[in-house]
């Protein structure tokens, strides 16, 4: 969406009751692929209703310059576009960009739960400091480091020296690391859905 947006403000309607961790990692994608700085939902972000003065009137002329409707089919190319080469394990199992909220988190320590890190394969998780202290007093880092993940914070793997580090290809959730890690780290990246890759990673 944000290769088609660009520099315009999308305004997505039929999301319903999508949760804020969804949002946030629409956005961060969106500003990675395109560059989109703000975006609406209807009758989720808190701004829509001042904006279309309750009436949906938000567009010049009253009609938006563009509708795109999404369908499995794009979401399926969408999925591939982000994927640079079919991975059968990766080097790197990467979430955390944007930043884990507490219950991603948490999500990633049940899907984990019972589980290892595959020998030779690695599990970064980015979050906050804050974050971080609010999952330790939950007890979920001591759930993430035994199944073999490793808690990173205030940092990105955007940022970091992942050849150096032995990592030559990675799977993600995230759009935004999809996007930038082929241009900026160098490696292989494959796309795919949080449970997908626990399955590819651990054991």
């Not at 949906?56 to 089919?73: H, M």
């Not at 988190?105 to 589980?115: F, H, N, P």
């Not at 974050?131 to 939950?138: C, F, G």
Request: proline share 5%.
């Amino acid at each position: 969406m944000g290769r088609s947006a660009k520099i315009r403000i999308p305004v997505f309607s039929g999301l319903k009751e999508p949760l804020r961790d969804w949002l946030k990692s629409l956005g961060a994608a969106m500003a990675a692929s395109g560059a989109v700085a703000l975006y609406h939902v209807m009758g989720v972000t808190p701004e829509w209703p001042l904006k279309s003065g309750g009436g949906g009137q938000l567009w010049r002329g009253g009609k938006p310059e563009e509708t795109v409707k999404v369908d499995g089919r794009q979401l399926k190319g969408a999925y591939s576009s982000l994927t640079t080469s079919p991975i059968d394990v990766p080097d790197l199992a990467f979430v955390g960009c944007p930043h884990c909220s507490v219950s991603e988190m948490e999500e990633v320590a049940q899907l984990t739960e019972g589980k290892k890190v595959k020998k030779g394969r690695r599990f970064w998780l980015c979050t906050s400091r804050h974050v971080k202290s609010l999952a330790e007093k939950r007890g979920l880092i001591t759930r993430l480091e035994a199944a073999g993940i490793e808690v990173y914070c205030d940092t990105c793997i955007i940022v970091t020296w992942l050849k150096e580090a032995g990592v030559d290809s990675i799977i993600t959730n995230s759009g935004k690391a999809a996007y930038y890690a082929p241009q900026f780290c160098k490696v292989e990246v494959m796309f795919d859905r949080l449970p997908q890759i626990v399955k590819r990673v651990t054991e």
